[in-house]
């Protein structure tokens, strides 16, 4: 039996834990199992085996599932609060000779004693407070905190003002295929149930800030918003020339190279605003696409970029990109004028002219378009389709969509100079808390009303605008227009194929979130580790209480206020 206590939730961790769900490994799946079977020993899903179900995610490689659980309130309603959080977990390279020990929590802790770890974490590893571990707070603590809630909750249904709905997944630290793959089965039972989903919960931790010294009292960061992703690609395409003629040709290298220099780290592409002001794009990988050594000019080159962002459509990244592409195109095109004019006056030749080049830029979709020419499109992307499908499964996804612009290129015979401008996988949307709907200003004042308890009885809390990494709740809806997620699939090569995402479901939508878990510091480090207090004591308080008031109706909160039982978080 799971049990909601502080002894229960840690050594539930602690099994949990010992699960090696490391990503893309056989680990999640038994991780997935595991979980599965915890869930079923309970009477409520012994009762009720339809409301437990493992979801597929993948239909080849590893073939992975989610957990899916569900507990219907005693009194029939349709508001339903999700509990989401991942099982699996980065490797455990970083932490040396200890790598296998670190799926032991209490060993791996005891360990640390003869380690030479920073100053902070020393301190925190004497306090006796502290749980070190490979997963421990990134995120098995969250759901061993969600999964002892909800069987806890199933056995007093009585208490819900609202069903809830949890949803564990794999592959969050990767590209996030595991929520991606999951959103279908989640939005069928959602329509099956005739569920409304008010709010999504997130067990990821509150991380504590660099702001905390030995001096300060401890100051975590919660969130009611997560920042979007995208992975714009400059695919470059020059013209071929012996290296001795170098000014009959275009370096596809020296044209991804401007590209880099104008996007990399560029002040004008951060988004967000003062506190909330995202990092700007940073560049990737850059390389040229030809495996052995030649003296020819490098006709094709790639680089594609991290961008973060709060407020920009694939469609306005689209755009910029663009816009980047012409002027890396000139500035390259002007160096190599500039130059082949200096090299004719010193060597006193006439015989070596630049070409007059006309540069082009072209969007993926574009370049689909030439190779569709008068014919069937649906037909130009089954060719395409049939060669991403064709590629190794284990291959970079990233790669894949490289391989298959290229084979576009070379399918329309594109000759540069040229730049194609498209995306790569993973993609994420931003999802905030625009208070525009009743949900997101309900969970909003619930969040408010919570860290303002929080700050009277365990330390410094941040209620942010949009948590700054990336997380699985970025699929609880699309806030834009259906017409700008049309414009990233027809960009990305491989769509359907390398990175798959369902549209309908993400477009039907909009469910509002923050993080209500436990807490911790150095996530992916040889230091992970978990704050046991908060965690097991507080955490719990909190999670209890959110989804109480989101059980009142919008009315009767108006009466009762927010701040009820506010001294629980103490």
Known sequence: MLEFTREGMLDLTKA?????????????????????????????????PDFLRLLPVESGGLARRAVLAFVQASTPCSRTVLLNGHFDVVDTDVCGDLADLAFDADAYTAAMAGRDIPEDARKDLASGNWLF?????????????????????????????VNLLF???????????????????????????????????????????????????????????????????????????????SFDGVNAAAIAA???????????????????TLTPP????????????????????????????VSRSPLDMLEICRNIARRALEETLDGIREAG????????????????????????????????????????????????????????????????????VSLVNLKGPAVVVGFLPPYYPQRLNLRATEKERRLRTVMEGVCADLEKSVGAVSLVECFSGIMDLSYMGFQGEPGELKTLA????????????????????????????????????????????YSFGVAPKMLERVVRELGVSSCESAVRGTAADCSSLS
């Open 133 to 161: 571990g490979r997963g421990v707070m990134d995120m098995k603590a969250g759901i061993a905190l969600y999964m002892a809630y909800l069987a806890h909750m199933a056995r007093h249904r009585d208490e819900l003002g």
């Open 16 to 48: 949990l834990v010992r699960m090696r769900s490391v990503s893309h490994t056989q680990g999640e799946n038994e991780a997935a199992d595991a979980i599965h079977d915890l869930l079923a020993g309970e009477t409520y899903f012994q009762e009720h």
């Open 341 to 408: 004019r200096r090299f004719q006056k010193q060597a006193n030749r006439a015989d070596t002219p630049v070409p007059a080049w006309e540069a082009r830029v072209l969007t993926v979709h574009e370049l689909m378009e030439m190779m569709a020419g008068e014919g069937n499109m649906d037909e130009a992307k089954a060719r395409l389709s049939a060669f991403a499908e064709a590629l190794p499964a284990d291959m970079d996804e990233r790669e894949k969509g490289l391989a298959v612009l290229d084979h576009l």
């Open 258 to 276: 401007r590209v880099v220099c104008l996007m990399d780290c560029c002040p004008d592409l951060m988004d967000g605003a003062g506190e909330d």
């Open 167 to 245: 949803l564990a997944v794999p592959d969050e630290e990767g590209s996030s295929a595991g929520m991606r793959g999951s959103l279908s089965g989640l939005c069928a039972f959602v329509k099956e149930h005739g569920l409304d989903l008010v709010a999504a919960l997130s067990g990821e931790p509150a991380f504590w800030t660099s702001k905390t010294t030995a001096e300060s009292r401890p100051h975590r960061i919660l969130f009611t918003g997560t920042t979007g992703k995208i992975m714009p690609l400059f695919f470059c395409v020059g013209r071929e020339a012996h290296v001795g003629y």
């Open 490 to 533: 027809e960009n990305m090569p491989g769509w359907g194929e390398v990175f798959s995402l369902s549209m309908d479901d993400l477009l039907s939508l909009d469910v509002p979130i923050a993080s209500v878990g436990p807490s911790g510091k150095d996530a992916h480090k040889d230091t992970e580790r978990l704050e046991l207090e």
């Open 282 to 309: 940073v560049c990737l990988k850059l390389k040229d696409l030809r495996d052995t050594y030649s003296v020819t000019l490098p006709e094709r080159a790639a680089a594609y970029f991290n961008v973060l962002s």
